[in-house]
């Protein structure tokens, strides 16, 4: 916030007011007075920073409500930042709306294509926030609740041929350069080159356990999370996807899953898959530099469990042969520098055993 602009904020924060009947339990209170050579930004995030694709969607869709009247063009601007915390530049929110009337919910939709063309070399693909920020410098003060903000429809993606990934932070793509370097994004192009129609949705996220990717309505046991209604199995389902590729490499171990527990997620999440008649690929666990031997043992022992369990359904992908050491470690050509996470080499090697487990079937279906 740049003086003489101003932005109320409670602890540095926007504050969560009780929303009028009809609207929902909370939502989030914005109030400004914007004044000629000031400034002020605020920004959103979903709990733990989920990030989320606009690339999949139509538009960005904010849902409305003002105590006051306020005209389109008293309304502020927004734009959006990627995970590497580059930021996009800003729309004018009243280029998409007409003026908040009092006492009533009015949802505003920005189509996903004009944030593209402000995007300034952002990850689209992988957005982490939504600021809101100053537009016109009317100098009087205003108030917006907004109740509800989520990417929408499915227009962008009808016609593809979807295979879906599921699980954590190196499905998601952690170590590589770019998202390009990622094993998923090299197997996005490979598919498309296959069939121009074919493509990947990548819904992991960062230090996801296989519980969060459970089906909806699972109770998970004591201690452990629920699943994520937004990026789990059940989500997965929602594309009508051809496959799904799950990929959880070393989550559960540093979480404490037992051998077992882990199998019973995986068999919960392959019996859900099987049931609906998509194919499922399970990853094996891939190396990590653990400081406790036990833990890089827990985790050649996943692995080996996995081989057993589904190694004859020829759905399994190697991520532990050539990238472990001598000690159970991530071997340091493909170590991203963190003992965890690959790095582009890493990448291409994952990149190189999803093409050898056969995928391209599911897109001859």
Known sequence: MVDPSRLVLEHEKLSVD??????GVTGLSLRWNSKKGGAW???VASPGWLPFDLTLRDSLRLTLRAPAPIAAGELPSVSLEDIHNWHSGYLRLGTFAESIPVGRWVTVAIPSHAFREVARGIDVSRVKCVFFGQDSADGNDHSLLVRDMRACGGSAISGHRLIVVIGSSVARGSGAESTDSTWAG?????IGHIDATARIVNLAVDDYTTCR?????????PGRASPDLGNNICTAMEFHPLAIILSVTSEDVA????????????????AFAAARGVPLWIATT???????SAMRRELAAARDSLVARFGATGRLIDFWSDFADADGGLRPEFDSGDGF???????????????AAGLEKAIAR
């Open 18 to 23: 009780t929303l009028p009947a009809g609207g």
């Open 213 to 221: 990717l459970m089906p909806d309505g699972h109770t998970p046991p």
């Open 186 to 190: 090299r197997f996005d192009r490979y």
């Open 341 to 355: 996470h690959p790095n582009d080499a890493g990448h291409g090697l994952m990149f190189r055993r999803v093409v």
């Open 255 to 270: 979480c404490g899953y037992s051998i077992h527990e882990q199998m019973a997620n995986y068999d919960t999440l392959s």
């Open 286 to 292: 891939q190396p990590r530099r653990f400081a406790a």
């Open 41 to 43: 930004g605020a920004a």
